[in-house]
């Protein structure tokens, strides 16, 4: 008898094959003591020999159903409607069945087991047990250093094992980048999933990540800085003592844009041009590009920008009547321009309007500060595969005394000139043979790649074309992607069809989200039926009985050869979390 077998000696199945069943949908008959189990979401062992060799079926129980022919019969339903219970019919003859989705399947050889394929249907009667931990663990043993838990089997005990693999050759590698998605509503843990996926993702040594973070909430805890309560993960601390990792958080502080097409742009949606009566975009964009052509003629670095020698010279172009001819045709036009020039304040509009834009140019004495071009040559250089966080949403100044001017608008034109940076390096790599295998992560990737239309000349715009771009193509280059989003529906169809791995948390059940939820599930109804159970979080009585469950599809678990979706409530105690996946820190000596 298997090691597997061993396991059920004297353990009583809670139920047996039954009819009608197919290769794609098991019919579980239900024994008497299980009916009055938990079982939804349960996973479930079948061993049944297939070309003379013992196979071992695993799936999830999706759905149980009652059925009481006698309850059906007409007669029997007046006699109910009149005395309710019918002591020989009601409850004796009831039948439970339950629909049983098979993911993986394992034939077992001399030295193990391996995958197989369910190629037949098992007779009927064939026993079907509850899966336990020690199960796993055999069927696995091969898989085992691979092996990553987020948390246990919807409604069931045993930790879902799941596998993150890295981009590149080798061992543990896919030998490609996957694009990944998470989605749900806000609350729905969506947020602290991705943080464990990050851990999962570090733990290969040659993998970098790019957390580009707008909220800054990822750049928080790899700050070690978690607000108080939920899931304090402490992410730093993890990645270095468990891992040997390091960690870069650059704020708003330690960025320095570095390119002359960006002032032009800056300066078209800025304050400083408000206050000098600019009208219509087509004047800003004609006075940008002479101040920004004028300014690199007269030698003048971009990192020299803030400077007030800078801004004189600025304002002494703007002053230049041949200049005003370029952006306003009509001598009324540049009058009334050259009145305002003369009445506002240089010193309050040094300041408050050109001063706080130009330091975005500077390193402003800061020596963390570095250019975007350097940050991704850091990020991408194979020798030192860097976790590097982007915090983007500018709640990090410097001082008071030096406030750089941030904005929406700004975030997204430095989102846009990582997304190009990226681009263009992972083009680079694949000329030169190189595999750059690197996980880049997007917070609230629905805000900047929304489905429906969008001016085409704004940032947002150029990012969601820059952003469908790369998810077609960055795959081969080594460059996978992980979206979060609290929305199916809104985010551009483009990458959703790219992903190749998603999570699906609470909130997706109605509307256009569960029409695309469905789409994307390949309208499995009993497994959709499964999700629908799912409940939100914080109808919880306390936030210590919440429960964040989760739908995953795609090839991310050794029980998903099939394709289908698998089910896990994921961990709510992070001393749990990091003891299933060794990664507590070794005590101090």
């Known amino acids: 008898m298997s090691s597997v077998a061993l396991l059920h000696d004297g353990t009583e199945p809670i139920g047996v094959l039954g009819s009608p069943s197919s290769t794609g949908q098991l019919t579980l008959e239900l024994l008497d003591a299980a009916t009055r189990r938990k079982l939804v979401g349960e996973l479930v062992i079948l061993p049944f020999v297939q070309d003379g060799v013992r196979h071992y079926a695993l799936g999830q129980i999706t759905e149980i159903v009652l059925r009481n022919v006698w309850h059906e019969d007409p007669t029997i339903r007046s006699l109910v409607r009149q005395r309710g219970r019918i002591d020989a019919v009601s409850e004796r003859q009831d039948t439970h069945q339950g629909m049983l989705a098979i993911s993986a399947v394992f034939a077992e050889d001399g030295t193990g087991f391996r995958p197989s394929i369910l190629g037949t249907v098992p007779p009927t009667g064939t026993p079907i047990f509850a899966v336990g931990d020690e199960v796993l663990d055999q069927l696995l043993a091969h898989a085992r250093a691979e092996l990553f838990y987020l948390g246990r089997v919807y409604g069931s005990g045993p930790k879902l094992p799941l596998w993150f693999k890295h981009f590149g050759r080798g061992p543990r590698g896919a030998g490609e980048a996957y694009h990944v998605g998470i989605f749900g509503k806000t609350g729905s843990g969506k947020s602290v999933l991705a943080k464990m996926l990050l851990l999962a993702y570090a733990r290969h040594p040659e993998m970098a990540l790019l957390v580009i973070d707008p909220q800054g909430e990822f750049s928080k805890d790899l700050r070690d800085r978690s607000a108080p309560g939920g899931f304090p993960l402490p992410l730093r601390t993890v990645l270095h003592d468990a891992l040997g990792r390091v960690a870069v958080v650059l704020s708003v502080r330690d960025l320095i844009l570095d390119r002359w097409e960006l002032l032009e742009e800056l300066l078209v949606t800025s304050e400083f041009f408000d206050k000098l009566s600019f009208g219509v975009r087509e004047n800003r964009q004609l006075a ?8 690199r003629k007269q030698g003048v670095q971009l990192g020299d920008l803030y400077e007030l020698k800078t801004f004189q010279r600025v304002l002494s172009i703007l002053s230049d009547e041949q200049v005003q001819r370029v952006f306003y045709r009509s001598a009324d036009a540049r009058a009334r321009f050259q009145y305002m020039l003369q009445r506002v304040d240089p010193r309050e ?17 800061n020596p963390r500060a570095r250019t975007i071009e350097r940050v991704l040559d850091g990020l991408f250089r194979p020798t030192d595969r860097l976790i590097v966080s982007l915090d983007l949403s500018g709640a990090d100044p410097a001082d008071e005394h030096e406030q750089v001017l941030w904005d929406e608008t700004i975030q997204e034109i430095v989102i846009r000139r990582l997304l190009e940076g990226i681009r263009a390096a992972a083009e680079q790599a694949y000329a030169r043979s190189e595999n750059l295998n690197t996980l880049i992560l997007i917070d609230e990737a629905h805000r900047l790649a929304p489905s429906g239309y969008l001016d085409p000349e704004s940032p947002r715009a150029q990012i969601r074309t820059l952003l469908i771009d790369a998810v077609r193509t960055t795959r081969k280059y080594g460059v996978g992607w992980l979206l979060i989003s609290q929305s199916l529906a809104s985010l551009h169809p483009e990458i959703v069809s790219q992903l190749r791995i998603a999570f699906f948390g609470y909130g997706l059940g109605l509307g256009q989200e569960y029409r695309a939820l469905e789409s994307f599930a390949g309208g499995d109804e009993h497994a959709l039926a499964l999700y629908r159970l799912f409940r939100d979080p914080h109808s919880s009585f306390d936030p210590t009985s919440r429960v964040y469950s989760f739908m995953t ?9 099939a394709g289908t979706p698998l089910f896990f409530n994921a961990f709510t105690d992070v001393q749990e979390f990091l003891a299933a996946n060794g990664l507590v820190p070794a005590s101090p000596r």
Do not use: T
């Not at 509009?349 to 004495?365: C, N």
């Not at 599809?553 to 050869?561: A, I, K, Q």
């Open 288 to 295: 940008a590009r002479e101040i920004a052509q004028r300014l």
């Open 349 to 365: 509009l040094y300041s408050h309007s050109w001063r706080p834009l130009a330091l975005l140019f500077s390193d402003r004495g």
């Open 553 to 561: 599809v795609g090839p991310v678990s050794p029980l998903s050869f």
